[in-house]
């Protein structure tokens, strides 16, 4: 970094440019929306180091399909009432240097009475359709009834124990009348198991992967905001803020066009194998729930959250987001890293002065690898009323420490209506009696927001986000365990490390003995008990240990992947050449297994999180950072 580049950050640390100040949530709920009282409540936040304001809604307890429909606003919300008084406050906020937006939460979920039911009565086909299956013993040459929207029918030949792990013969894409729904089938000697797959409809839902999809949702939600500002001088939108997304459908998503779309991505009809989403139709199993796995989340990715993202990126807009699992369900949305870099700020909540370190380690790494410079923090609802400045800034600061660098207070009330209303507790703004204490605090964050976005985070341990084991059913959730534990140790140990993702390890290059993506410059690459992966991902940890590189394995070795799936054995050549030793062997070792080679590459095998952060330190013992 140059003399000049360090100097211009030092003078933006001591007066930071628009867009670091804190962004609270505002809830517009409980009482009548007045001017006169909005216009008093931004005097109380003018000159507070506040870049925007994120208006909310909260949700009542009944009465929507799967929460609580919104609090009924006065006036109603997007009624010409309600948006004539948000143009209004719009323009009063931007002459405080404030920007205004509207938070989805509770909006964006189907069947919730937001803009995706609008979405949903206008454009029935948008709706979405999710894969599921029946199974059972077909006892006769018999006609047979299959479920409604069936796409195929797979049978097996049951072994002794008529478990599915000892099927010995299956056959795939039985011949049935679509038209009737029927399966007229004389099955061969022995017993056998049928399994139809069939496409089931949600009404009520939103099809990610349907092409419109985005679009659709820019039309209905964001772009009325910026229509309804344009033209105003001085006027408009810095932030948008995506809460607890919900489609309203969850599972193996299907549509009209996802056949033919996979057959161009991959090269095979997935149809007649369609039964390997579900049960277990011998060694090709995990490639093919791997392969579909990456195709839906191809698709909306396309379809959905890239669009989105790209409407704001060309506003210079951000759009952050808090989702459900908030990167601890790695396959929410079919992969939450891969979805998840389509927003400027992804980010996650922190409840009651928490510092949930995963939370934060996977927004951030999202943000690192994908080079977006902001990740949103929203703090911290439900913290009481007895929340002090002090217990704030330690919150914030672990945070920050942890990842983040926009920071959203969620308490900011338009009313308490006199102690009778009030959502995850406390207000932390003009309400608080230290308030105009707070002032000086939120300068501090500010600043701290400025100077955390600018350069390159470094690390030194990347760990592999291990989404390929969950598609493919290998011992999936150990896997996530082991990626959580070992990062939550190391980084409890004074070792830094960002989750990367199969994609962002594919495009690294290696060099130096490092692996080298988005400005980052890892020197050790852990597979967290992957015993399903990315093809890719093996060949590129190879070629990182070949090239001086650190790859550890913490627990089980690879055995199958998106190339063939199980009883592969390039796979089982590529681990050997990797570890050393074959997945079989390692799932006998007591102790650390070691792999040298000429370039100064070390691989290891370990049992333990003490063993992986001991083999780190052997390595780079100026690894640890004060």
Not at 148 to 169: C, H, K, M
Not at 292 to 307: I, R
Not at 574 to 598: D, T
Request: glycine share 10%.
């Amino acid at each position: 970094m140059s003399t000049a580049t360090i100097g211009s950050i030092y003078e933006g640390f001591l007066s930071p440019p628009p867009g670091y100040g804190e962004v609270p949530f505002y809830w517009w709920v409980g009482e009548p929306l007045t001017k006169e009282r909005l216009e008093w409540q931004l005097e109380q936040l003018k000159d507070s180091h506040i870049s925007g304001l994120q208006i909310n809604y909260a949700h009542d307890d009944h009465g929507g399909n799967s929460y609580g429909l919104t609090f009924p606003s006065d006036p109603p919300l997007f009624s010409e009432e309600w948006w004539e008084l948000f143009v209004w406050f719009a323009q009063k906020a931007a002459s405080y240097g404030m920007t205004v937006s509207l938070s989805d939460y509770t909006l964006c979920t189907p069947g919730q009475g937001g803009y995706t039911d609008e979405i949903i009565r206008h454009h029935p086909d948008i709706a979405g359709a999710v894969l599921s299956y029946r199974e059972w013993e077909y006892d006769g040459d018999r006609e047979y009834k299959l479920p409604d929207n069936t796409i195929s029918v797979t049978a097996y030949r049951l072994g002794v124990d008529n478990e599915p792990g000892s099927e010995v013969e299956v056959l795939q894409g039985l011949p049935f009348n679509r038209d009737e729904g029927t399966l007229i089938w004389r099955k061969p000697e022995g017993e056998w198991k049928l399994v139809a797959v069939f496409a089931e409809k949600n009404p009520c839902s939103i099809d990610v992967m349907h092409p419109q999809s985005g679009a659709k949702v820019v039309e209905y939600f964001f772009q009325r905001f910026e229509d309804r500002l344009a033209g105003i001088p001085g006027v408009r939108l810095g932030f948008f803020f995506s809460d607890e997304l919900d489609f309203g459908i969850r599972g193996q998503l299907w549509n009209d066009r996802f056949q033919e779309e996979f057959i161009r991505s991959k090269g095979y009809d997935i149809v007649p194998e369609a039964a390997a989403l579900f049960v277990d139709i011998g060694p090709r199993t995990s490639k093919i729930r791997m392969d579909y796995g990456d195709v839906m989340v191809a698709l909306s990715e396309k379809h959905y959250f890239q669009p989105v993202y790209e409407w704001h990126q060309a506003r210079g807009i951000i759009f952050g987001c808090d989702h459900g699992g908030r990167g601890k369900e790695v396959a929410e949305f079919g992969d939450y890293f891969r979805t998840q870099r389509w927003n400027q700020g992804p980010g996650c909540d922190q409840p009651a002065l928490s510092c949930d370190l995963v939370k934060n380690k996977v927004a951030s790494s999202i943000a690192h690898l994908n080079e977006r410079p902001r990740t949103w923090l929203e703090g911290y609802h439900s913290s009481g009323w007895g929340t002090t400045t002090a217990e704030l800034a330690d919150a914030t600061f672990r945070n920050f420490l942890s990842g983040h660098n926009l920071l959203s207070l969620h308490g900011l009330y338009y009313t308490t209506y006199g102690g009778w209303w009030e959502w995850a507790p406390p207000c932390n703004h003009f309400r608080m009696p230290y308030w105009q204490h707070m002032k000086s605090w939120l300068a501090c964050t500010e600043r701290l927001s400025y100077l955390l976005s600018q350069g390159v985070h470094a690390c030194d341990v990347a760990v592999m986000y291990p989404v390929a084991a969950m598609e493919a059913g290998i011992s999936g959730e150990a896997s996530v365990e082991t990626a959580f534990g070992v990062g939550e140790y190391l980084y409890r140990r004074g070792i830094d490390f960002d989750f990367i993702d199969f994609e962002s390890l594919d495009k690294a290059d290696l060099t130096g003995r490092e692996i080298r993506v988005a400005g980052e410059a890892y020197r050790v690459l852990i597979l967290p008990a992957m015993r399903a992966l990315r093809y890719s991902t093996l060949i590129k940890a190879l070629a990182f240990y070949e090239a001086g590189g650190i790859v550890i394995a913490v627990g089980p070795l690879p055995e199958a992947s998106d190339r063939m799936g199980e009883a592969d054995a390039e796979v089982d050549a590529k681990v050997q050449a990797l570890f050393g030793l074959s997945g079989a062997h390692a799932a006998k070792l007591e102790g650390v297994h070691i792999n040298r080679n000429a370039a100064g590459g070390a691989s290891a095998v370990v049992r333990s999180y003490a063993e992986t952060a001991a083999f780190i330190q052997g390595h780079f013992p100026g690894i640890l950072f004060a």
